[in-house]
């Protein structure tokens, strides 16, 4: 029986779950629904391709492998039974109190130590500690200009600026890496040479407004840094 889940935002921006195929992201969304109280169901493609979907021609045990072999879910066998374990559904979703408890075995102990390992070697090292700012070359985003970014912020320090909070130091790199290495460094330059705090030539920190003139300017700069 299908169940009503929660569908957060964050879902859509899963770089991990973006390396895989289309059907398997929606697959993995609609294994919420078929999931029980505890983020567990049967482990049987042809009933879960019926009920997911009804009317495309998809491998639906070559996607659940996809999502097992990415860590999304757990396919195991135990007491003569097939079962598939969401990982950390306990996290993303929140069963009505009415809901039965599951009835299908969960894990093994024996093969819990196994999943933990599993779902840790898939994770992606994080860009940015929010509480250490441990960000180094090997750990920062393809996207982020490293040389450049280590330059603003010692120029920040240059000229006693406040330091950026752990919140901001992460807005700020998201907003970098929305241009090229090319406009980043030029961005640094700017502000070097006209001593800007902001990572642009002028501060990034008002609220955005809609046809706010200087979001264009921003725009302008980066197109004209990158020719």
Same mark, same amino acid.
């Given at each position: 029986?299908?169940?009503?889940?929660?569908?957060?935002?964050?879902?859509? !921006?899963?770089?991990?779950?973006?390396?895989l195929p289309m059907a398997a992201?929606?697959?993995?969304?609609?294994?919420?629904?078929?999931?029980?109280?505890?983020?567990?169901?049967?482990?049987?493609?042809?009933?879960?391709?019926a009920e997911i979907f009804?009317?495309?021609s998809?491998?639906?045990?070559?996607?659940?492998t996809e999502l097992h072999n990415a860590g999304f879910v757990f396919r195991y066998e135990t007491e003569g039974c097939r079962v598939i374990q969401v990982i950390s559904f306990e996290k993303h979703q929140s069963p009505h109190r009415a809901e039965k408890d599951s009835q299908l075995p969960e894990i093994?102990?024996?093969?819990?130590?196994?999943?933990i390992t599993?779902?840790?070697?898939?994770?992606?090292?994080?860009?940015?500690?929010?509480?250490?700012?441990?960000?180094?070359?090997?750990?920062?985003?393809?996207?982020?200009?490293?040389?450049?970014?280590?330059?603003y912020k010692e120029h920040r320090r240059d000229i006693?600026? !406040?330091?950026?909070?752990?919140?901001?130091e992460q807005a700020a790199i998201k907003k970098w890496c929305k241009s090229s290495h090319q406009a980043q460094a030029a961005a640094v330059q700017d502000s070097i040479e006209n001593g800007h705090t902001g990572c642009w030539?002028? !501060?990034?920190?008002?609220?955005?407004?809609?046809?706010?003139?200087?979001?264009?300017?921003i725009r302008e700069f980066v197109a004209s840094a990158e020719h």
């Open positions: 029986m299908s169940r009503t889940r929660l569908l957060k935002p964050s879902f859509f !921006k899963n770089e991990h779950l973006a390396d992201r929606l697959l993995f969304a609609g294994l919420w629904t078929l999931a029980d109280k505890e983020g567990r169901l049967e482990d049987r493609p042809r009933r879960i391709k009804p009317y495309d998809v491998n639906c045990d070559s996607l659940l093994p102990t024996d093969t819990k130590k196994h999943v599993r779902k840790n070697e898939t994770k992606r090292p994080l860009t940015l500690n929010p509480l250490t700012l441990t960000l180094n070359r090997e750990s920062a985003p393809a996207e982020l200009n490293f040389d450049a970014w280590e330059n006693r600026a !406040k330091p950026l909070t752990p919140k901001g030539p002028q !501060k990034f920190d008002r609220i955005a407004k809609p046809n706010d003139p200087y979001y264009d300017e």
